[in-house]
């Protein structure tokens, strides 16, 4: 089983910046992902952004250029760093890990209110 625990979520004025981390613990090993997915009000949830094991990311085209993920491998932790925030990232954030051997797991979510 694997946990993963999030948090830095909150209210920020657009234009401000938030960052989120997310740490996973228990049964983690072999080739897997970490990331960040959002759901916002009414819409299907959307990839954010995602990182390998071995640092390759994939980014979501309507945070490119704003946000950045990082990852410290030997804490099991990626950070979501979110820049120039608008009103449209107003979502639900979840984290997400998904390996081979490992799983597919989800944390449970942290709220990202982007308004003035």
């Known amino acids: 089983q694997v946990q993963l625990v999030e948090s830095g979520g909150g209210l920020v004025q657009p234009g401000g910046s938030l960052r989120l981390s997310c740490a996973a613990s228990?049964?983690?090993?072999?080739?897997?992902?970490m990331g960040w997915y959002r759901r916002a009000p009414g819409k299907q949830r959307e990839l954010a952004v995602v990182?390998?094991?071995?640092?390759?990311?994939t980014y979501g085209d309507s945070v490119k250029g704003r946000f950045t993920i990082s990852r410290d491998s030997a804490k099991n932790t990626v950070y979501l760093q979110m820049n120039s925030l608008k009103p449209e990232d107003t979502a639900v954030y979840y984290c997400?890990?998904?390996?081979?051997?490992?799983?597919?797991?989800w944390g449970q979510g942290t709220q990202v209110t982007v308004s003035s």
């Open positions: 997400n890990l998904e390996g081979v051997f490992v799983g597919n797991y």
């Open positions: 228990g049964s983690i090993f072999g080739i897997y992902t």
């Open positions: 990182i390998t094991s071995g640092g390759r990311t």
